[in-house]
């Protein structure tokens, strides 16, 4: 089945270092991998998509099949990007162009001023 | 405005009821979900449906139930059966499997 771990429950960083926030992954398939995050009292939000190779709030993310890894990092933090991240992973619902999304536990990024 | 609207925001039950929350989306979505989040434990899903009258369970389906009775709609009922009912839960939708999901602003729902 498959499994997707996020060992960091709680990340604390200073505004303009460096952030990553940690993703693993198990699936015997091809992985469609994604970061949503939740923003304080706000719903939760795709953030990016390893499909797209896209950079969203200078947040990047590589799939690395070797590591089953798909971190998140960025080069300098703000402090809104303070919020909860998690890290899921999608697999074919019955064979269909639709995915059950499996969710990591979550990290919260705390970024101090 | 498109999106997906769930109701209502806090949701209070005694032991022994059953209780409904709802979820409609405007997206014209075919795929829709429900999933608990919990403290530490992420998001679980507990039901999808990915078309009109059809519905799978998820992980976590024992003590719920779902109907689709419509595209707009898909309201989940949380029965006595449910042994840990209180939670957070998320309503979501998606288009294509690459898109990724829309989620609501999620019910909190409390057993007294």
Not at chain 1, 25 to 37: C, N, Q, T
Not at chain 2, 21 to 49: F, K, V
Request: hydrophobic share 30%; with cysteine; net charge positive.
């Amino acid at each position: 089945a498959q499994r997707v771990t996020q060992p960091e429950k709680l990340l604390s960083v200073f505004k303009g270092a460096p952030v990553e926030l940690k993703c693993n992954y198990s699936y015997s398939g091809s992985p469609e991998l994604f970061w949503y995050v939740q923003y304080s009292r706000q719903r939760l939000q795709l953030l990016l998509r390893h499909i797209s190779r896209e950079s969203i709030k200078g947040f990047t993310a590589d799939l690395n099949k070797g590591e089953t890894s798909f971190h998140l990092k960025k080069p300098f933090a703000q402090e809104e990007d303070s919020a909860m991240y998690y890290c899921a992973l999608i697999i074919n619902a019955g064979g269909t162009s639709y995915g059950k999304l499996t969710f990591g536990q979550g990290t919260i990024l705390t970024v101090h001023p | 405005d498109g999106g997906i609207t769930q109701s209502p925001k806090y949701l209070f039950r005694k032991e022994g009821q059953n209780v409904t929350l709802s979820c409609e989306q405007n997206l014209n979505h075919d795929a829709m979900y429900w999933y608990r989040q919990d403290p530490g434990q992420g998001l679980r899903l507990i039901y999808y449906s990915q078309i009109v009258n059809d519905f799978q369970k998820g992980d976590i389906a024992e003590g719920y139930s779902v109907s689709r009775e419509k595209k707009e709609s898909f309201p989940l009922t949380v029965t006595s059966a449910q042994k840990n009912p209180t939670a957070f839960y998320l309503c979501a939708s998606s288009i294509t499997r690459d898109r990724g999901y829309t989620f609501g602003s999620g019910t909190r729902l409390t057993v007294v």
